[in-house]
């Protein structure tokens, strides 16, 4: 070849190669412009709802106790996020609200709402929000001067919302927030005696012989349910490890018939990897529904659908490792006078150990998260308290608690599925 | 001759020193596999015990449903098409989903990759933390942050693909920079050595490398992201998971319309199940076959 056309065709490769890298990044942009337009991502700004995100950010860290004074009868009513569950009993009070003719609430930083016949909330570098409900409204009296934004007032109510807190004044109802930082009761609910304790008294009592005691307390705490999620938490990992494990075991046997050096016979092998295709080709979200239908929702379920999946998965791979199997330590342990039996016992197993190992302790970690996943579809383990807790649209601090365990849960389970892996094949010998 | 009966007790002494150790290991191998088939039976009877119906009760029942759907299928055969037709767009919306969050992740995942690799990286001290990120991308499923997404974006394909993107950003970035630590870093000292940026580097120096790699994880993670797209839309992120959910959702009579869904789904996973292990052996020819990192 001449330089002549040598220099053309490095010209040529040249211009090819430029093309190539100026098309590959265009491609991308324009499926990217493609998604774009298909996903309708310009009409997302009127779909985005900040205000959700805002209570979500909000109330992940933060909590509100709302103070509520019937205005006919001028009982006045203390619970935590207005639930039933953390209700302060008839006659206490946090340290902030003093019970009397006259309740007086305070906010911090100089704001203090009064309750009685008379609602007062002294806005400081306002003034004095008054408002006296009866039958003809709220009639409330404001500060000279326009309206300012922080409050919204109608006849029929009175709304002061300040970064304090919140009043709201209705005819029938005087109602304060105020919001605290941290999950309320996260240890103990306002009705066990343990709570508002130090950990050091905490400490003391649990020497003492009250330690079951204040487990007790803790576990059946009715606003978090440390119980029921500690339970969810281990249906979750019961499901990750029954599937991983029962695939495995399934797929062993099943492996052998899908190796060419170990079935010599075709149409078997054909039957076997069909199957192993079909399982993982229907996909563990086809399994969970038709398992569900015949098994209703819980663990069970879960480890069912992923012990499916995964046998065919497992199948897959067992085949593969025991076709690269090395033939000469088969031979070497024939040699021997060995069994059929101890043939594969002796001349294969340990071989393919570590490789199934490995992948099986794979798999593992990588199923804890697909538990998760499944227990939301078919209901069980954490995934179905994650569900139900983001679909009552107010509990974002429980949210935010089980993201944590989730994140905690999975890589608890990476690094124990890794330190077996470490353990148990450095401890065969046989492996890489 | 005393030497000779002296290594003949030494010999014995080694034989029954070796036996007492093989038959020690083979009694610490049936301890070990005793615990594990006592937590398996164990985690069974739990799990059998705290689900709605029970193992042995539903067993019976669990070809009720396939027949259903399949019968119904049957029955109305002639309108197959038709549904096939009528749900191909919830289906590439589906497989939308998977690709745009695979290229974004992998975009992702390929810049953090080289953040993370030791040596590489420009930062040494963001290498820690970086990994750390990783884990924890890799550690949350994608439904946590999809469901959280839905509530505040409203339901659709973009929450789908963001928490799908996010995820497998933690994955490839993960599997990356493994690929990374085995790069030759002599064109990279040569770049350096003519003034190249770290970036010019990189790209020019590194990613010419391992690119064939990057692409075989990054097909394996499309795989896995279609499943992950399809279940995704089952809560409410749309595509063919969601239709899926309505069809049945509507109970019996509806059953056809689920038959088709289930057809397409599964003619869609295998087809690139198909397609991106044919394309993987082509680009990692020699490598080792059936290694599975999800």
């Known amino acids: 070849m001449s330089a002549q056309a040598l220099h053309q065709q490095t010209r040529r490769n040249f211009n090819r190669k430029r093309l190539m890298s100026f098309a590959l990044p265009g491609l991308v942009l324009g499926y990217f412009a493609y998604i774009f337009m298909a996903f309708d991502m310009a009409g997302l700004g009127v779909r985005v709802n900040l205000e959700n995100a805002r209570t979500l950010v909000s109330d992940a860290y933060s909590y509100k106790t709302h103070v509520t004074q019937d205005n006919r009868t001028g009982a006045v009513e203390i619970a935590i996020e207005g639930e039933r569950k953390g209700a302060y009993a008839p006659g206490t009070a946090p340290g902030w609200v003093r ?10 930083g100089g704001h203090v709402v009064t309750f009685g016949g008379r609602v007062t909330y002294d806005v400081p570098g306002y003034g004095l929000v ?36 919140r009043l709201t004044v209705t005819r029938n109802r005087a109602e304060v927030f105020k919001y605290s930082l941290g999950w309320e009761l996260f240890f103990f609910t306002l009705d066990s005696p343990y709570h508002g304790m130090s950990p050091g008294a905490l400490f003391k009592a649990a020497v003492n012989g009250e330690a079951g005691a204040i487990w007790q307390g803790f576990v059946g705490n009715k606003m978090w349910r440390h119980g029921d999620v500690g339970w969810a938490l281990l249906e979750t990992v019961l499901m990750a ?76 791979m067992f085949s593969e490792a025991l076709e690269n199997v090395d033939a000469r330590q088969v031979e070497g342990i024939t040699a021997t006078g060995a069994r059929p039996l101890q043939r594969y016992r002796f001349g294969v197993i ?83 | 001759m005393t030497d000779i009966a002296g290594s003949a007790t030494r010999v014995a002494d080694i034989q029954a020193a070796y036996l007492a150790q093989a038959r020690s290991k083979r009694v610490m191998n049936l301890i070990l596999i005793v615990i594990f088939a006592a937590l398996l039976i164990a985690g069974f009877r739990t799990a059998d015990r705290r689900n709605a119906g029970g193992f042995w009760d539903g067993l019976p029942n669990i070809l009720d449903f396939p027949a259903d759907v399949i019968g119904e299928a049957i029955e109305r055969a002639h309108l197959l098409p038709g549904y096939l037709i009528k749900y191909l767009p919830s289906l590439i919306e589906t497989i939308n989903i998977a690709g745009a969050s695979t290229l974004l992740g992998a975009m992702a995942g390929l810049v953090m990759s080289l953040l993370v690799t030791r040596g590489l990286g420009p930062v040494p001290w963001l290498v820690g933390p970086l990994r750390r990120v990783l884990d924890i991308l890799r550690a949350v499923p994608e439904i946590v942050i999809a469901l959280v997404l839905i509530f505040m974006l409203g339901g659709g394909p973009v929450p789908a693909m963001i928490a799908i993107a996010l995820h497998t950003t933690g994955a490839l970035g993960k599997l990356f920079s493994e690929v990374n630590e085995n790069a030759s870093l002599r064109p990279v000292e040569g770049l350096a050595s003519v003034g190249a940026t770290w970036t010019q580097r990189m790209l020019l120096g590194v990613v010419p490398q391992v690119a064939p790699n990057y692409l075989s994880y990054a097909l394996l993670r499309f795989e896995i992201n279609i499943r992950a797209s399809a279940i995704l839309g089952f809560v409410g992120a749309g595509g063919i998971g969601y239709d899926l959910r309505n069809t049945m959702s509507w109970g019996a009579g509806k059953f056809d319309e689920a038959a088709a869904i289930f057809l397409l789904l599964f003619l869609s996973i295998v087809a690139v199940d198909q397609m991106s292990s044919i394309l993987r052996h082509r680009l990692t020819h020699g490598a080792k076959p059936g290694e599975i990192h999800r």
């Open chain 1, 350 to 432: 340990v071989q393919i150990t570590p490789v199934l190992l490995s992948q099986v302790l794979y798999y593992l970690e990588s199923n804890t998260r697909s538990a998760t996943i499944i227990g939301a579809i078919t209901g069980g383990g954490i995934g179905l308290l994650l569900t139900q807790a983001i679909n009552t649209q107010k509990d974002w601090e429980e949210v935010s608690y089980y993201i944590v365990l989730i994140i905690l849960m999975v890589m608890l389970m990476d690094s124990v599925s890794g330190w077996l892996r470490r353990k148990l094949i450095k401890g065969n010998g046989g492996g890489h």
């Open chain 1, 99 to 108: 019970l009397g003719e006259t309740s007086e609430i305070d906010l911090g």
């Open chain 1, 241 to 316: 490890f029954l599937g991983t494990c029962g695939a495995a075991i399934i797929a062993l046997p099943l492996g052998f018939l899908a190796a060419r050096n170990f079935t010599p016979l075709g149409g078997l092998r054909f039957a076997a990897r069909r199957m192993f295709d079909f399982l993982r080709g229907v996909d563990g979200l086809i399994w969970t529904i038709v398992l569900s239908r015949a098994f209703g929702p819980g663990p069970l379920t879960g480890s069912l659908a992923i012990l499916l999946t995964d046998t065919g998965s497992f199948g897959k």
């Open chain 1, 130 to 165: 008054m408002a006296e409900p009866g039958a003809g409204g709220v009639n409330a009296s404001l500060p000279d001067g326009a309206l300012p934004d922080f409050i919204s007032l109608s006849k029929n109510r009175l709304m002061v919302k300040t970064d304090a807190g």
